[in-house]
């Protein structure tokens, strides 16, 4: 229940940014790994790379667990006023950002405190898979 | 990549090394001063009288013991306050700054170290009880000890048999720190992030609650507020070498770069959880925070109120909320929304309840940062009729109480505005054939 709950306010936090740029298509995938979760948004709105970084900055925030915590839990509720990815950044472990001939992607990587990125297909610091 | 994300931790460090020691600067300047005013044995038998002393609001301490035994009190809080940042390992940036500098305004009226140690140690068996490590709720903890008046008279104002004093203040104390958590979380999503004071409205709520039960059986308590309205020289001096060291502190960390950095700091709407020192500049935000605690002090002195313990408090709260949330653009709207209300029905701007108004009121300001001047001028107007009325409903136990008030107005505000947003049928339509438009076809 914690877990679902956790993951329906991501959602929707996410949801509501994609939503505001108003796309025809939205896709949302969701899916278990070995040590955590893997949560893919796509849409079909081709960002340029300045919102690409904006994105990336706002989703790779360092760790502030004193904010995540607390204010964190705002992250799916806050529908008056811009999206914030901000309050997703500080609760993930990673997150991934690209443009693709159809559109964006976002890729959130959800882990518990056993997290170990090796488990996960994410890039390492000189982008290699 | 890996170097230059490196430098910048390592930057990023060194400024909140050098962070600490300006707060260091401040904090033991105010005891200092605390105890060359006093003397050092008078200052601290003013302190120990002190944990004694109703809490309630209004108890201005400058008046109750003396200036500098209300000095020595705050710094003492503010210094908790700090310390447990430090020990956790938790950042000292906007949030935690508005912690400190709010925990001391309030250790001038209201907080001392024992009435907030179990509100504190209730949040910490909270976040055990969630299996959370007490960094994640120590902005809660921080700001909860807003309901260190419960404490307090638990301890030493209902007649407790003396036996029974402590022992029942601990276990109130305890038991408002554990519900505290989860009453802010849901209090956090009322007024979605435009109440600055959050944890006001939710010391106010509960609050509500534990004056219920204390006066259950329809006891009343001696009333009366403790307002000093004698100032000494040293108090009203005491925000202008403040905000004058904070600015300095600017401008040597940053420069010109900090000014540039405060003018951009000025455009953003400052809705919870805006970290200026994060999302811009420590040495923009330093300006900041100096030019707002100058711009309320000036206010103070023209509308010609008090610059006691309470008042003091005020500007201090807002000093540490100019790091998050509060500047002088979205601030001044709903500043003039109280004002306007003030001349309107016939109340002086210095009379106490006004000033506290004008002062904590702005924890509004995100609404007219967010939403423009209009609303910000709303929220002020409507803050001050509520505000006047709020602290009688919990007899004064959360000291938050324009952070109470505010999370009202805010809500309201926010409720309205939502619903006006998605029924208004002169909303911007979305996009032919886009997710948005289908959904408006569908209703």
């Known amino acids: 229940m914690k877990r679902k709950d956790f993951v329906l306010h991501l959602i929707g936090e996410v949801a509501h940014y994609i939503l505001d740029a108003d796309p025809m298509r939205m896709v949302i995938s969701l899916h278990q790994e070995e040590d955590g979760m893997h949560l893919a948004i796509m849409d079909n709105i081709k960002r340029n790379d300045a919102e690409l970084d904006a994105i990336r900055a706002s989703l790779n925030n360092p760790r502030r667990p004193e904010l995540a915590g607390y204010y964190g839990s705002m992250a799916g509720y806050d529908s008056l006023g811009e999206a914030r990815l901000n309050l997703i950044g500080w609760q993930v472990k990673h997150a991934d950002v690209y443009c693709n001939d159809s559109g964006t992607q976002i890729d959130l990587w959800l882990g518990g405190d056993r997290f170990d990125p090796a488990s996960f297909t994410i890039p390492n610091k000189d982008g290699e898979k | ?443």
């Open chain 2, 1 to 443: 990549m890996r170097v230059n994300a490196n430098t910048g931790r390592c930057a990023l460090e060194k400024q909140e090394r050098l962070l600490y020691v300006l707060m260091l600067i401040i904090l033991v300047g105010f005891a200092v001063t605390g105890f060359l005013a006093e003397g050092f044995v008078p200052a601290l038998r003013g302190v120990w009288e002190l944990q004694a002393h109703p809490a309630r609001l209004v108890n201005d301490f400058t008046l109750a013991a003396s200036d500098g035994a209300a000095l020595v009190n705050a710094t003492l809080v503010a210094l908790i306050g700090l310390v447990l940042i430090r020990i956790n390992g938790v950042r000292l940036s906007g949030p935690t700054v508005a912690a400190v500098f709010t925990m001391f305004g309030f250790g001038l009226f209201g907080k001392t170290p024992l009435n907030i140690l179990p509100i504190i140690v209730g949040v910490f068996i909270s976040a055990r009880m969630a299996g959370k490590q007490f960094r994640e709720y120590i902005i809660i903890a921080l700001f909860g000890t807003a309901l260190g008046p419960l404490v307090s008279l638990l301890a030493v104002e209902i007649g407790l048999p003396t036996a029974l004093q402590i022992p029942v203040a601990a276990v109130g104390g305890l038991a408002a720190g554990i519900m505290l958590p989860a009453v802010a979380i849901v209090m956090l999503r009322l007024h979605q992030g435009y109440n600055l004071y959050n944890i006001g409205l939710t010391t106010g709520f509960l609050a509500l609650f534990a004056a219920a039960v204390i006066f259950g059986r329809g006891r009343q308590l001696p009333g009366g507020q403790v307002w000093n309205s004698d100032p000494s020289l040293l108090l009203r001096l005491l925000i202008p070498s403040v905000s004058v060291t904070l600015v300095v502190a600017g401008l040597i960390g940053g420069g010109l770069d900090a000014l540039r950095s405060f003018r951009r700091i000025l455009k953003l709407p400052g809705r919870l959880p805006s970290d200026f020192m994060d999302m811009d500049s420590i040495a923009g935000a330093l300006i900041n925070m100096g030019v707002m605690g100058l711009a309320m002090w000036g206010y103070v002195v023209a509308v010609g109120a008090d610059l006691n313990g309470p008042v003091l408090g005020g500007i201090f709260t807002v000093i540490g909320f100019a790091a998050f949330g509060k500047h002088p653009r979205n601030v001044w709207p709903v500043l003039a929304g109280i004002m306007l209300a003030a001349v309107t029905f016939g109340h002086e701007l210095s009379a106490p309840g006004v000033i506290l108004a004008a002062l904590f009121g702005t924890t509004l300001a995100p609404l007219a940062g967010e939403f423009g001047v209009p609303f910000g001028v709303i929220a002020g107007f409507l803050h001050l009729l509520i505000v006047l009325r709020s602290g009688a409903w919990h007899a004064g136990i959360g000291l938050y109480n324009n952070g109470f008030a505010g999370g009202l107005t805010a809500t309201l505000l926010v409720a309205v505005i939502e619903w006006y947003r998605a029924n208004s049928p002169s909303r911007k339509p979305a996009r032919e054939g886009s997710i948005g438009s289908a959904g408006k076809d569908t209703t």
